[in-house]
C-alpha cells in the first residue's frame, strides 16, 4: 500500500511548505506592516487564490470561486489559531493541514482505484463479448 508515501507526502511536500510560507512566512510579515487582523486577511485571500487557481481549469470559474472561499475562510482560522493559541507557532495549523490532505489524498486514492477496477472489469466483459 502506497499510505506511508501519502502521508509522507501529505506532511512534508504540501502542509510544512505552505503552512511555512503563508502562516509561518506571509503571516508574520504582513503583521508587522500592516496589524495582524489585515495581515491574516491578506494571507488567507492569498491561500484561497493559490488553491483556487489551481483548479481553476479542471472545474470552472464557479466551482474555483468555492475553493477561493472556502480555503480562504479555513487558511483565516488557522492563521487565528496559530496567533491568538499557539504564540504565532505553525504547529496547530500544519496538522490541520495535514490531515486535510491526508483525507483528500486517501479519498482520492480510493476513487482512483475504484475507477481503475470498473476499468478492468470492463475490459474483461469486451473480450466476452
Not at 504582513?30 to 487564490?49: E, V, Y
Not at 488553491?51 to 482560522?77: C, D, R, S
Not at 496547530?92 to 483525507?103: D, G, R
Request: a positive charge; charged letters at 15%; aromatic letters at 14%.
Amino acid at each position: 500500500m502506497a499510505i506511508p508515501a501519502i502521508v509522507v507526502y501529505a506532511t512534508f511536500n504540501t502542509a510544512f511548505p505552505e503552512e511555512l510560507l503563508f502562516r509561518g512566512f506571509l503571516l508574520k510579515r504582513f503583521t508587522n506592516k500592516f496589524g495582524f487582523n489585515i495581515a491574516n486577511i491578506i494571507q488567507a485571500l492569498l491561500f484561497g487564490l493559490l488553491h483556487g487557481v489551481m483548479f481553476f481549469l479542471l472545474v470552472g470559474i464557479l466551482k474555483a470561486i468555492l475553493i477561493i472561499v472556502f480555503t480562504g475562510v479555513i487558511a483565516w482560522f488557522m492563521g487565528y489559531i496559530n496567533e491568538k493559541y499557539s504564540n504565532g507557532s505553525i504547529i496547530p495549523s500544519w496538522i490541520i493541514h495535514t490531515i486535510s490532505s491526508l483525507s483528500h489524498r486517501t479519498n482520492t486514492s480510493s476513487k482512483s482505484q475504484t475507477h481503475r477496477r470498473r476499468a478492468d472489469i470492463g475490459m474483461k466483459c469486451r473480450r466476452f463479448i
